[in-house]
C-alpha cells in the first residue's frame, strides 16, 4: 500500500517536473534587446559602387540602431565554397546589424521535408529565414504567415512558385523577393555568354581555335533556362558562322546523351561527340562533366566552358595544370544583401519610400571568369577566400542600404546592386 | 592431360560470362542505331577497354574487402566509411607532398588503423557486428567532417600527376596488391584458413583450440589493407566530399553485386577469380547501357536488378540443375 503511493507521488513528481521543463524549453528564445551600438565599419572600405550614393548622407543623418534579431538561412548544402562564403559573409554583419543567423539545409527532391525544416527555424524563434530553394513554398509561406516570420529567396529564381503559385507567394506580404543565381528566366543571356567566352579564347589561340563544340544542359522540367540558354548558343555561332572564316560546329543538342539527370556524364559521351573539341556545359560542369572527362582521359584534350565552381578548378583553369576549364560562372556571396535588407526592413517595421507593391525575383549579375586575369581576380573574391574581409560591402555599407539605417536609402539602390557583382568588382 | 584439360575448362568456364555479356551487349548495340556515330558503332572502341579497366579495378579492390569479412562470417558495414576517411586523409597528404606513393602508402596504413579500430571495438565491446559495424560507421563518418576542414578532397583525382593510380596503367597496381593482399590471407596464412572452419561453425572452431579474437584482429588486418588501396583508387577517379546518415553504406554497397556473382563464378576456380571476372562482365554491360543511353537513371537500375535477380535466381537452383543432368545421363546410359 504504502509502495503504491510512493510510486504515485514519484510518478507526479516526474511529471511536474517534464511539464516544467517543457514550459521552460517554450520561453528561452526571446532575449532582451541588446543595446550595444554598432561595430565600427570595419577593415575594408567600401567599393563606393551602389548605396554609395546615399551612404554620404547616412553617415550624416543620424543612423537608427536595427532591433535585435535572428535570420535563418536555408542552404541547399551544407558545405562548399558559396556556403562557406555566405556564411562568412553574413557573420561579418552580425554585430553591426544586430542579426544573429543560424542556419539549416533543405533536400532538393522531399517538400515535406523541407517545411519540417522551415518549421524547426520558426520554432527556434526567428524573425526572418532566407530560403535557397523552391520546394514547398505555398506550404512553407503559409507556416511563415501564421508564425509572423518573413521570407526572402536566394540563389533561387522561385520559377515554380512563380508560374504555378505567384499569389500565394510572390503577393504574399511575408514573402520579401529573391537575389537570383544569375539570370531570371525573363532575362536569359547565358548562351551569349557562353559563346562570347568561346569566341574570346579563339581570339587568345588563333593558332589552335576550338572550332567544334558540344554542349550538356540539366533536365528542362527542373533548369528550363539551361535549354534557352543552349538554343541561344546554338543561333549565337550559327549567326557567326555566317561571316566566319573559320566556322564553328556544334552538335545538337541529344535529348538522351546530353541532358544529365543530376547523374555524371556518361562516358560514351566523347563517342558518341568523336570530334568536339570542348564542352559548353550549361549543367554544373565541375561535379557532373570534369570527372568523366578525367577519366576518360580527354581532360588534357578538351576544354569545358561552363558554370559554377566547387574547388580546384584553378588548377586546371586556363593556362595553368592541363588547362581544361575554359570558363566558371558564380554568384557573389554579397548578392544575400538583397533579401537580407528586405528582411530587416519588414523586421523593423519599415520600407523604402519605393518599394514595389509585390515581391520581385532580381537576377544578379555573375563572376565570369574566362582569362588567367580573370581568375587572378577571382581569386581575391570573398567567395573564393571564404574571408569577409575580401567582401564587396562593409557592415556599415550594408547598414545603409536598410531604410532603418539609413532614411534615404532606396529600393531602387539595394536592387542595382545586385547587377554590379562583376568580376571587375573585385578589389 | 587430365590436369591441362581441367585448367581449361576451368579458365572456359570462368570466362564464359564476361565472353558472353561482350556477345550480349555487341548483338544489341550493333542493331541499335543510337550506337553509331559517323557509320562507326561506338560499342567496339578503345574507350570500352579503358572504361572496363578503370571501373572494374575500382569494383575489384572494394569487392574484396567486403567478401573477405563475408566469407570470414561477419558483414562489416564500416567498410565505406573507413574507405571514404581513408580516401580524404591520403589524399590530402599526397597533395601536400605532391606524391602518389606517398598517399598510397597513407591509405594502407590508415585503412590498417581504421580497422583495427573496428576489430578493438568489435572484439572488446562484446557487441553483435552489425551494431558494432554500424556505430563505427557513424563515427568514421563524422570524422570525415573534421579532416581538412569538412572539405573532403577535391582535386587529387583532377591532376595528372597525383591520380595515376586511378588511371591506366597505374590503376593495376593497387588493384595486383589488393588481390595479392586477399590471396596471401585466405590461401598462405594460418588465419586465412582458420577463419574458414570458424565461419562454417564457430563453436567447433573454438573447441579445437582456434583463438577467435586473434582470427578477427588479422582478418581486419588485411582487410585494412585491401580498404587502403581501394581508397587510393576511389580518390584517385573522384571527388570525396564528407558523408553522413550511413551513406557510405550507400558507396560500398554499390560495388556489391560482383561478390556475389563472384562467388558463383568462382565456383569452376577460385572465389578471388570469381570476383574479378564478374566485376570484368559487369562492367561490359554497363558500358552497354551507357552505348545504349541508358547507363543513368530508372531504366539502367531497372536492367541491372532484373539481370541479377536472375543470375542468382539461377545460380540458387546450380543443385537442382545438376541433379536432373546427373539423371539424365543415368537414365541414356541405362537405356
Known sequence: ?427 | MKGSGNIIKKIVLSAIFPILMFVVMLIITASNDKCYVNGKLIFLSTDLIRQVIINACMTICVALAIWLQLKNGRFDFSGGASMILTAIIAGNVGLTTNSPVIALLVAVVVGIVLSSVTAIVYIIGRLPIIICTIGMTLLYESLTYLVSGGQGIRIFYSQAHTSIFGRIPGVLVPTALAVAAFVIFTYFTAAGRKGKVLSNNQRAGVNIGIDEKKNVFVTYIFTGIIIGLAAIVYVSQHEVAPQSGLATSGIMFSYIVPVFMGTFIGLASCDVVGIAIAAIGMEIMNYGLNCLNLGAGGWQQIIMGIFVLGFYAFSAQTDKIQAFMEKRKKSAKSA
Open chain 1, 1 to 427: 500500500m504504502k509502495k503504491a503511493l510512493l510510486k504515485k507521488i514519484s510518478a507526479t513528481m516526474l511529471a511536474g517536473v517534464m511539464a516544467i521543463s517543457a514550459v521552460g524549453c517554450g520561453s528561452g528564445g526571446n532575449t532582451a534587446n541588446n543595446s550595444s551600438a554598432p561595430a565600427d565599419s570595419g577593415t575594408t572600405s567600401s567599393d563606393s559602387n551602389t548605396a554609395s550614393g546615399d551612404s554620404g548622407d547616412a553617415e550624416s543623418a543620424p543612423a537608427v540602431e536595427g532591433k535585435d534579431c535572428t535570420i535563418g538561412v536555408a542552404f541547399y548544402t551544407d558545405t562548399g565554397f558559396a556556403v562557406d562564403s555566405t556564411k562568412a559573409y553574413l557573420e561579418s554583419l552580425s554585430d553591426t546589424l544586430n542579426v544573429k543567423f543560424t542556419y539549416t539545409v533543405l533536400t532538393q527532391t522531399d517538400e515535406a521535408a523541407n517545411l519540417t525544416k522551415i518549421q524547426e527555424l520558426i520554432s527556434s524563434n526567428v524573425d526572418g529565414i532566407i530560403c535557397t530553394m523552391d520546394l514547398g513554398m505555398t506550404s512553407i509561406i503559409q507556416e511563415c504567415e501564421a508564425a509572423g516570420v518573413y521570407l526572402g529567396g536566394y540563389l533561387c529564381d522561385y520559377d515554380t512558385s512563380y508560374n504555378t503559385a505567384y499569389d500565394q507567394v510572390f503577393k504574399s506580404d511575408y514573402f520579401v523577393g529573391s537575389a537570383v543565381d544569375g539570370q531570371s528566366p525573363d532575362a536569359v543571356t547565358i548562351g551569349t555568354t557562353m559563346f562570347d567566352s568561346l569566341i574570346e579564347y579563339n581570339e587568345r589561340n588563333a593558332d589552335a581555335p576550338i572550332t567544334h563544340v558540344s554542349m550538356a544542359i540539366f533536365p528542362v522540367w527542373a533548369f528550363p533556362t539551361q535549354q534557352v540558354g543552349a538554343e541561344q548558343f546554338v543561333a549565337a555561332v550559327e549567326a557567326y558562322n555566317e561571316t566566319a572564316e573559320t566556322p564553328i560546329t556544334v552538335d545538337p543538342l541529344n535529348e538522351e546523351s546530353d541532358v544529365l539527370a543530376f547523374a555524371p556524364l556518361d562516358t560514351t559521351y566523347f563517342a558518341k561527340h568523336a570530334d568536339s573539341q570542348a564542352i559548353i556545359s550549361f549543367a554544373a560542369g565541375s561535379a557532373f562533366v570534369y570527372p568523366t572527362m578525367v577519366q576518360a582521359g580527354v581532360d588534357s584534350s578538351m576544354k569545358l566552358f561552363t558554370t559554377g565552381f566547387d574547388g580546384g578548378e584553378d588548377v586546371n583553369f586556363g593556362t595553368s595544370g592541363n588547362g581544361t576549364y575554359q570558363q566558371i560562372m558564380v554568384t557573389a556571396p554579397e548578392s544575400i544583401t538583397y533579401p537580407l535588407v528586405l528582411l530587416l526592413n519588414k523586421i523593423n517595421g519599415v520600407s523604402f519610400s519605393d518599394q514595389p507593391a509585390e515581391a520581385e525575383r532580381v537576377s544578379s549579375a555573375q563572376y565570369l571568369v574566362n582569362s588567367d586575369e580573370d581568375m587572378a581576380s577571382f581569386q581575391k573574391s570573398c567567395f573564393f577566400t571564404k574571408d569577409a574581409a575580401n567582401a564587396m560591402y562593409t557592415p556599415q555599407d550594408v547598414l545603409n542600404m536598410t531604410a532603418f539605417g539609413n532614411p534615404n536609402a532606396t529600393y531602387a539602390d539595394l536592387k542595382g546592386i545586385l547587377s554590379t557583382m562583376t568580376i571587375d568588382s573585385i578589389k
